[in-house]
């Protein structure tokens, strides 16, 4: 073993690459037993890893454990094996060091990287794996179920019955501000059907990704570009293997000028005929929105990049996407510089009358977060309905554009017109079906309308959807699980609310740690509560109200309030 020769601080970098590129997949176990397996290596114990010690310190087996007659161990190594192998395929660093589980041992074989030569950072083709081996004797009846369904999708697509657009942009692409997303052809490895399978999940993400308005989509042709056309700002990459009952897919989003992966998820698809294409259609909208939706990878990429050059060139874009980006940021963050910033540039180009219907649909954004801070403000009425005409004129400009419609719901919403605020959202997300914020904005309108049981769901769907789902959107999931009593679910939700660095949580915990009855951990969140700009004690459930306008679960948080003694009126 060559652990000798690798530091422990690249080793651990690199147990953590392994466990977040998902080819461990969900399994807890599977991230125990390396990690268990490693450190003993390290520890100069390797020699001591045996199938008993592993089914008992790992696996959770009773002292009697026989190793000969329970196969747990070796199944489970030999799933790790393959993780491995998927891994180092698909997803390792070139250069970096590298773990291997030699067939008929348990012991790890740790390996220091090389730094890569030049021409070793351009991604290859590799050789299908052991893995990829046992993979094509699967049964092709499975996959061939799988097969049908993809390419009634591609079918779908090219006979133009499923929405679609832009699918090949042309090469000279005018709008040079939004970043080009290349999307390669996706490898696969073991899938006698791989064709189908690999051409239908990217078909169906290059759909979802053209129906947003963040990227523009370039699907990689062979031979050069043309002289006069972009170089791609990202290119996508996807990887396909299968076992007997799923399709496991990693994609990755890459940064060609460094050969650097910005962003990569794993998806794992049941090869049932019955199951695969809603969760397919699910999963990969939802990626799409993680890449290329307003606060998508891409649009924080490229937020950066502009910065950095500004800083550099001492001047400030002021193009309508830079201007779009600085509001999504502000949208999701509250950031006050980029607030600021986003203002200005909207204001400015509202006022020469842009014809970009995502500039006037966050323009009534705006207006909106400026009502929610003044609710009371003598100018509060008009600036509901500056923020209704904003949002009515990205309807206007641009019918399709579902931001235009999302702005347009949210605001008929505080305005308490419910059944027109239904019908934005529902258009909307029929322009952008798999929008995880859009099952939440339309779940709570929903709840509004006094269906609980059946809004929450469509909320917990978004939520789900949301590897790191943000505070906003589980609020509601809060609001519920106080409403039933749940109060230690309420206060577990509002906590994660205020680590998602959203201080509406801190009112939410302050409620529920005074109706579990932890005063003292009450006093601590009015503490923090009081610290919040704008905190009126009089109302200290002002902000969740404005933005959650349910009058029967606030007048519970009320009471809970008054009763405490805590609060003037008390």
């Not at 696969?188 to 963040?214: C, F, K, P, S």
């Not at 000028?257 to 699910?282: C, G, H, N």
């Not at 509560?529 to 109302?539: I, K, R, S």
């Amino acid at each position: 073993m060559a652990i000798g020769v690798v530091d422990e601080t690249a080793l651990s970098r690199l147990l953590d690459r392994i466990e977040a590129s998902g080819v461990l997949g969900r399994s807890e176990r599977r991230r125990r037993l390396l990690r268990y397996l490693v450190e003993a290596e390290q520890a100069g114990r390797g020699d001591a890893i045996k199938g008993y010690s592993i089914g008992i310190d790992v696996l959770g087996r009773a002292p009697d454990f026989d190793p000969s007659a329970d196969s747990i161990v070796r199944v489970e190594i030999a799933r790790l094996r393959d993780a491995l192998e998927l891994y180092r395929a698909t997803a390792a660093e070139p250069g970096a060091p590298t773990i291997t589980i030699p067939k008929g041992s348990y012991r790890p074989h740790i390996e220091a990287g090389t730094p890569p030569a030049p021409e070793a950072t351009k991604a290859r083709p590799r050789a299908a794996s052991g893995l990829a081996q046992r993979l094509l004797a699967l049964p092709r009846w499975r996959l061939g179920v799988l097969g049908a369904a993809l390419v009634a999708i591609a079918a779908l697509a090219t006979a133009g019955l499923w929405p679609r657009q832009n699918i090949s942009l042309p090469a000279t692409n005018p709008d040079a501000g939004v970043p080009i997303v290349e999307v390669r052809p996706f490898a696969a490895y073991g899938i006698t059907d791989e064709a189908l399978v690999t051409r239908g999940v990217r078909e169906q993400l290059i759909i979802d990704l053209n129906h947003l308005r963040n990227v523009r989509v370039r699907e990689s042709v062979p031979g050069p570009l043309p002289p006069d056309a972009r170089a791609a700002d990202f290119r996508l990459e996807g990887l396909a293997t299968a076992d007997e009952e799923n399709v496991h897919l990693l994609v990755k989003l890459v940064d060609p000028k460094r050969e650097l992966i910005v962003w990569s998820r794993s998806l794992t698809l049941p090869t049932s005929d019955a199951q695969f294409y809603d969760a397919m259609r699910d999963t990969v909208g939802a990626i799409a929105f993680e890449i290329a939706g307003q606060r998508g990878v891409v649009a924080m990429e490229a937020l950066r990049r502009f910065d950095r050059r500004a800083q550099r060139l001492s001047e400030d874009d002021s193009s309508e996407y830079v201007c779009l980006l600085r509001s999504y940021v502000y949208d999701a963050t509250k950031d006050a510089a980029q607030g600021t910033l986003a203002r200005a540039c909207l204001t400015r180009l509202v006022e020469i009358d842009s014809l970009n219907s995502s500039i006037w649909a966050q323009h009534a954004l705006m207006y909106f977060f400026s009502w929610i801070d003044q609710p009371d403000h003598a100018d509060s009425a008009r600036l509901l309905e500056e923020g209704l005409r904003a949002a009515r004129r990205a309807v206007e400009i641009d019918p399709h554009n579902a931001l235009g419609f999302e702005r347009l719901g949210t605001i008929l919403s505080v305005k308490g017109e419910r059944t027109a605020s239904v019908a934005a959202y529902e258009r909307a997300l029929e322009l952008t079906p798999y929008k995880p914020s859009l099952s939440f904005l339309l779940g709570w309108q929903v709840v509004l309308m006094g269906d609980w049981e059946g809004g929450i769901a469509m909320v917990r769907k978004g939520v789900d959807l949301i590897p790191f789902a943000p505070g906003y959107m589980r609020i509601p999931l809060v609001l519920d699980a106080f409403r039933r009593g749940a109060y230690d679910e309420s206060l577990t939700g509002a906590q994660a609310v205020i680590q998602l660095g959203d201080d509406r949580g801190v009112g939410l915990a302050f409620a529920a740690a005074l109706a579990l009855g932890e005063r003292a951990l009450a006093e601590r969140y009015l503490g923090e509560l009081q610290a919040v700009p704008g905190f009126d004690a009089a109302d200290p459930f002002r902000s969740v109200r404005n933005s959650y306008s349910n009058p029967s679960i606030m007048a519970e948080y009320d009471a809970v309030a008054r009763e405490s003694g805590l609060l003037p009126g008390g």
